[in-house]
Every structure is written in structure tokens, then in C-alpha cells.
């Protein structure tokens, strides 16, 4: 698993459960709930580096759509609502993408 290391399992399947209807995913609360929230700048940075999946070095929307996928396979895609929302809340500078540092600071808030 790409978050080994970095996130628990059962905290994982603990925050996908909690967004698995449409339009519930918040991310804020999923942070919190999977770990990643209290986590180190390293750990902060790994993860970023397994959503980031074209190695760009920024999460661009199409990314962020995908976004639960990263810990499970199975898991949904986010809606379109979600998607922007989400790109909002992260992209501070307003460039369409979210950066390591955007990305820290979004986790950490």
C-alpha cells in the first residue's frame, strides 16, 4: 500500500467509510479522521508524493477527482462539487493546481 509507513490501515478504511455517499467528502474531516492531520511535514510531504501521481509536483483537478483512490482502489470519485470545492480550499495562489507547501497547509488547517 502506497501509505504504508505513513497512515494506518484501519484509519483509513475508517475516513473512506465515512465519505462514501456522494457529495459527503470534506476534507478537513477526512484529514483529520485518516491521520494525516497530526502528521510530520515529512509524512505530509510522502503523502503528497503518492496523490501527486504524475510526479508533477503539484495535484492538479483531475488528480483531486481521484483523490480517495489513492488509499483504496475501490474507492469513489469525488464529484465535480467536491472536486472544486476541494481545489479551492487548496490552491491558495490561484494557479489551478495545489502545491507541497498549499498542500501542507491544507492538511494542517
Not at 28 to 45: D, W
Not at 62 to 91: I, M, P
Amino acid at each position: 500500500m502506497a501509505f504504508a509507513g505513513i497512515l494506518s490501515d484501519s484509519d483509513i478504511t475508517a475516513a473512506l467509510a465515512a465519505c462514501q455517499a456522494a457529495d459527503s467528502f470534506n476534507h478537513k474531516a477526512f484529514f483529520a479522521k485518516v491521520g494525516l492531520a497530526g502528521k510530520s511535514a515529512e509524512h505530509i510531504k510522502k503523502a503528497f508524493g503518492v496523490i501527486d501521481q504524475d510526479k508533477s509536483g503539484y495535484i492538479e483537478e483531475d488528480e483531486l477527482k481521484l483523490f480517495l483512490q489513492n488509499f483504496s482502489a475501490s474507492a469513489r470519485a469525488l464529484t465535480d462539487k467536491e472536486t472544486k470545492v476541494f481545489l479551492q480550499a487548496g490552491d491558495t495562489d490561484g494557479d489551478g493546481k495545489i502545491g507541497v507547501e498549499e498542500f501542507s497547509v491544507l492538511v494542517q488547517s
